[in-house]
Structure formats: structure tokens, C-alpha cells
């Protein structure tokens, strides 16, 4: 089962960026579907984006679609998650995901490990 940690949240004023990183343990990092979730309080977990194992096809939420975007770099075993434009209504906790070949990364409960998570708060 591979292991994640993700990097990279912090404090950032509405309309500016941040980057969020999430480094995967182990030798079967490509066999992964990677996703991207968020849970601010008082809501339930939600899928942002995701990314196949070899980089593409990618997915995104309306909610940030044309903000976000998610990208992988399998030689360093590393998932990203550039944020621009960031909004007041982005502050959430982030979490990286990764999906077992057959599970559909945008459901909750197929999500075979979950990094620590990460507070991103974007202030007006």
C-alpha cells in the first residue's frame, strides 16, 4: 500500500496561489489513479481532481475547473496541485488520494490510502 504525504498549504489572500505537493512512497506509484480531495468544515469530503497513472486523461470539479490544475511526476513520485485564483470559499483541508486499479478515484470509499492532509485558508 503506498504511503502519501502532502506539502505545500498555508495562508494565502483571495486571487493568489499556491501549490500543493503530495509525495508517494513505494515502486508502484504508476498503478495508482492519483486524486485530489478537499473537506472544509461541517461538509462532506469532495473529489477535486484526478489523474490517471501515466499522467492523463485528468478530471475536475466545476469548482475549480480552469483554476486547478493536477499533474504527477512518476520519476519523483510526486503529485501536484496548482491552485491560482484562489477563492474564500477554497479554504478546506487537502488530501491526496490513491486509487487501486478498478476503484473509481472520485468515490470516497475506492480510495485505497489518503495522505495527512493539508490546511490551504484563503482570506478576503
Known amino acids: 500500500q503506498v504511503q502519501l504525504v502532502e506539502s505545500g498549504g498555508g495562508l494565502v489572500q483571495a486571487g493568489g496561489s499556491l501549490r500543493l505537493s503530495c509525495a508517494a512512497s513505494?515502486?508502484?506509484?504508476?498503478?495508482?489513479?492519483m486524486g485530489w480531495f478537499r473537506q472544509a468544515p461541517g461538509k462532506e469530503r469532495e473529489i477535486l481532481a484526478g489523474?490517471?497513472?501515466?499522467?492523463?486523461?485528468?478530471y475536475y470539479a466545476d469548482s475549480v475547473k480552469g483554476r486547478f490544475t493536477i499533474s504527477r511526476d512518476n520519476g519523483k513520485n510526486t503529485l501536484y496541485l496548482q491552485m491560482n485564483n484562489l477563492k474564500p470559499e477554497d479554504t478546506a483541508v487537502y488530501y491526496c488520494?490513491?486509487?487501486?486499479?478498478?476503484?473509481?478515484?472520485?468515490?470516497?470509499?475506492?480510495?485505497?490510502?489518503w495522505g495527512q492532509g493539508t490546511q490551504v485558508t484563503v482570506s478576503s
Open positions: 488520494a490513491a486509487t487501486s486499479p478498478g476503484g473509481r478515484y472520485y468515490v470516497v470509499s475506492d480510495v485505497s490510502s
Open positions: 513505494g515502486r508502484t506509484f504508476t498503478s495508482y489513479r
Open positions: 489523474i490517471s497513472g501515466f499522467g492523463g486523461p485528468t
